[in-house]
Antibody, heavy 124, light 107 residues
Framework: EAQLVESGGGLVQPGRSLRLSCVASGFTFDDYGVHWVRQAPGKGLEWVSGISWNSGSIAYADSVKGRFTISRDNGNNSLYLQMNSLRSEDMALYFC?????????????????WGQGTMVTVSS | DIQMTQSPSSLSASVGDRVTITCRASQSIDIYLSWYQQKPGKAPKLLIYSASSLQSGVPSRFSGSGSGTDFTLTISSLQPEDFATYFCHQSFSTPLTFGGGTKVEIK
């Protein structure tokens, strides 16, 4: 069964760093773009960042640009999100999501598989 | 950035009702609009992509329409398992953006 499993969330103080991971299984990971989407408690969905199948295209939301870095390791079927200078407004459930299109650009696409999320709590 | 405005933000409906949710983009996004269903404590689930294409495994009572700036998600006959929150999402350009969500509740 194809799935995505996130890990790495936890409690962190403002200004500190955290690295999220997402491990894929059951599909050919290196054929698809993958994204991070977050959801603050009781709020809607916010796209955070995405990376194309070959890492040739990367994009970020304005709210995290310069603080977060997305990367992938196709050999280990893994997606990462390095989060630096964390703020209270970064507190959310972070989902990784698989793009639907085979070797497609970051845009013109939809997310057809999601993980269950990993919670990031930013508090002193 | 492209803003996505969903309406209504919530609605109450009965089993068997026809339900329509709208999503408006702040600029044309062609057909690059998808719809997701999210139940409490769960990850979102893709229902519709490219404005009107039904994702595999999704019941045919769900349908999508529209292009440019105005889009609609329709549930032809609401079922008990359809009570959830629905989000639209544009993938025309980065940064990708979501609508604020529509919570469908039991009347």
């Amino acid at each position: 069964e194809a799935q995505l499993v996130e890990s790495g969330g936890g409690l962190v103080q403002p200004g500190r760093s955290l690295r999220l991971s997402c491990v894929a299984s059951g599909f050919t990971f290196d054929d698809y773009g993958v994204h991070w989407v977050r959801q603050a408690p009781g709020k809607g969905l916010e796209w955070v960042s995405g990376i194309s199948w070959n890492s040739g295209s990367i994009a970020y939301a304005d709210s995290v640009k310069g603080r977060f870095t997305i990367s992938r390791d196709n050999g280990n079927n893994s997606l990462y999100l390095q989060m630096n200078s964390l703020r209270s407004e970064d507190m959310a459930l972070y989902f990784c999501a698989k793009a639907r299109g085979y070797k497609w650009p970051l845009y013109y696409d939809a997310f057809d598989m999601w993980g269950q999320g990993t919670m990031v709590t930013v508090s002193s | 950035d492209i803003q996505m405005t969903q309406s209504p933000s919530s609605l109450s409906a009965s089993v068997g009702d026809r339900v329509t949710i709208t999503c408006r983009a702040s600029q044309s996004i062609d057909i690059y609009l998808s719809w997701y269903q999210q139940k409490p404590g769960k990850a979102p689930k893709l229902l519709i992509y490219s404005a009107s294409s039904l994702q595999s495994g999704v019941p045919s009572r769900f349908s999508g329409s529209g292009s440019g700036t105005d889009f609609t998600l329709t549930i032809s006959s609401l079922q008990p398992e359809d009570f959830a929150t629905y989000f639209c999402h544009q993938s025309f350009s980065t940064p990708l953006t979501f609508g604020g969500g529509t919570k469908v509740e039991i009347k």
